[in-house]
């Protein structure tokens, strides 16, 4: 019977790896927040040639994957405010939901959904974050 070792590579329990749920909610958040956005276009929704609301959470999630720390989830959960916030105020979120248009409704109503979790699942990971990964 051959025994194996255990090093660095093969046990993945370093803090640099793991990934709490909170991190992976908000990951997951910041991914379907920008596909809901490809959605709204898709389906014809106005917006810019080089969208911000596509652009900002796929820059962002690249961070936190790349960097998990309370920097990277704290830029998340403003994100995920400072969407949100725009979404609650333009009337453009009001005249997706009431257009008629299935594909427009259903996008928009994943935005919303992502933001919500993106500002629960932020709060969470960077309220959880001890500092150990600097």
């Known amino acids: ?10 046990t ?3 803090t640099g790896t793991a990934r709490s749920p909170a991190v992976v909610a908000t990951l997951s958040a910041l991914l379907l927040l920008a596909a809901s956005i490809a959605g709204q276009i898709a389906a014809g929704a106005d917006y810019p040639i080089v969208p911000p609301g596509l652009v900002i959470p ?15 989830t704290g830029l998340a959960l403003g994100v995920g405010l400072f969407i949100g916030t725009g979404a609650i105020l333009t009337p453009n979120t009001g005249d997706h939901l009431s257009s ?3 594909a427009l409704i259903a996008s928009t109503a994943a935005e919303l959904v992502a933001l919500a979790t993106l500002v629960i699942a932020g709060v969470a990971a960077t309220l959880s974050r ?5």
Not at 2 to 10: D, H, I, Q, Y
Not at 58 to 72: C, I, M, Q, Y
């Open 1 to 10: 019977m051959k025994t194996t070792t255990s090093t660095r590579e093969t």
């Open 12 to 14: 993945r329990n370093d």
């Open 58 to 72: 796929l820059v962002v999630a690249g961070l936190v994957a790349w960097r998990t720390n309370r920097w990277t």
């Open 100 to 102: 008629g248009d299935t």
């Open 130 to 134: 001890n500092g150990t990964r600097r």
